[in-house]
């Protein structure tokens, strides 16, 4: 039977793993967690906090215990990740608890105790939304932020962190956060989410002559639509075709920015308890390349109304009421009221 750790020893002086009763143990997992928990304190000694806390948790996936969880904690404690170490100390109390590990919950309890003062917290205020903005969502590094805790103050570990607003029909907001490791108390309030301003293209109505026209029989049909009206259906092939562009740049940014955000939650840059640096990048990398998506997808819906409004222009000019093709630069009328462009 390993030695249990005693709450009055260090934690940093703790080399045996308490092995969970739950379950019979797995004997190559549990001699693989014994690996990367030995290695775990090697390092700890060294000073290599971040290779230490990750063989912990390797070890930990391995084979849950409470005394693994212990290290882990105080590895993270040591990072100056102290709002990470204060959940993994409760995490560890808890399971001890399902161990019968008396000594081993005493010390994880009395550790978050010592540390909940010196946590470094994140308030996020977010305005009354408008009543078009009921589908705005917050997020704090990536993860969406529950409406009940809008306003209130979060534990967070120190480091630079990405707060996001974002609503239905408004741009979205974003605004990056420094916090320091322990002790400070930051509060960002969510900027009023303004109209995303996309509009189709307008057109001048010119006024209908108040001059009376002598009624006419219809134009006989002309089977030659001229040089304007073909010129308007190249204008309008032209236009979808770069519709059909900023579609597909849109879908490209979107596969980039999803492969991206991706890489991120992937070897550990990213996790429940937050992203390293290289993770942080990859996030904001991922971000800056949806909105090029995002751009892109409207201006080729914007092209592409633009093609067909021009192709029913081409088509009304071909067989206008004056039997005459329309040409640019003319004002174009349809049943007394005309729509005035230049292509």
């Known amino acids: 039977m390993k030695p249990s750790m005693m709450a009055v020893m260090p934690i940093c002086l703790l080399v045996m793993r308490g092995l969970s009763s739950a379950a019979p143990p797995d004997p190559e997992a549990a001699g693989r967690a014994e690996r990367l928990f030995q290695d775990g304190h090697v390092l700890l000694k060294q000073g290599r906090f971040d290779e230490s806390c990750a063989s912990?948790?390797?070890?930990?996936?391995?084979?849950?215990?409470?005394?693994?969880?212990?290290?882990?904690a105080y590895c993270e404690e040591r990072a100056g990740r102290l709002t990470t170490a204060w959940q993994e100390y409760g995490r560890a109390?808890?399971?001890?608890?399902?161990?019968?590990?008396?000594?081993?919950?005493?010390?994880?309890?009395?550790?978050?105790?010592?540390?909940?003062?010196?946590?470094?917290?994140?308030?996020?205020?977010?305005?009354?939304?408008?009543?078009?903005?009921?589908?705005?969502?917050?997020?704090?590094?990536?993860?969406?932020?529950?409406?009940?805790?809008?306003?209130?103050?979060?534990?967070?570990?120190?480091?630079?962190?990405?707060?996001?607003?974002?609503?239905?029909?408004?741009?979205?907001?974003?605004?990056?956060?420094?916090?320091?490791?322990?002790?400070?108390h930051q509060t960002v309030t969510v900027a009023e989410l303004q109209p995303d301003g996309t509009s189709p293209p307008q057109f001048t109505i010119a006024a209908p002559s108040s001059e009376a026209k002598p009624a006419r029989a219809p134009a006989p049909e002309v089977r030659d639509e001229g040089r304007s009206t073909r010129t308007l259906r190249g204008v309008g092939w032209g236009l979808a075709i770069a519709s059909a562009a900023g579609f597909g740049l849109g879908t490209v940014f979107a596969i980039v920015a999803s492969s991206k955000n991706n890489q991120s939650n992937a070897n550990g840059h990213c996790d429940a308890r937050g992203c390293d640096e290289i993770g942080m990048d990859l996030r904001n990398d991922a971000l800056s390349t949806a909105r090029l998506?995002?751009?892109?997808?409207?201006a080729g819906g914007l092209l592409g109304a633009s093609s067909v409004t021009v192709f029913l222009l081409a088509d009304t000019g071909a067989t206008s009421a004056s039997g005459s093709a329309w040409s640019p630069g003319q004002p174009l009328r349809i049943s007394g009221v005309g729509l005035s462009g230049k292509f």
Do not use: C
Request: glycine share 6%.
């Open 56 to 72: 912990f948790a390797a070890s930990q996936r391995e084979e849950p215990a409470s005394g693994t969880l212990l290290a882990l």
């Open 93 to 184: 109390g808890e399971l001890a608890a399902t161990e019968n590990q008396a000594d081993r919950q005493a010390a994880a309890k009395e550790r978050a105790t010592a540390l909940f003062p010196r946590l470094s917290t994140l308030t996020i205020n977010v305005p009354q939304p408008a009543p078009d903005d009921t589908h705005m969502v917050v997020r704090s590094d990536g993860r969406k932020l529950e409406r009940s805790l809008w306003g209130t103050p979060m534990p967070i570990d120190g480091g630079r962190h990405v707060v996001e607003a974002s609503a239905t029909g408004r741009k979205a907001w974003t605004f990056i956060v420094t916090v320091r490791n322990e002790g400070d």
């Open 293 to 298: 998506a995002t751009v892109s997808v409207i």
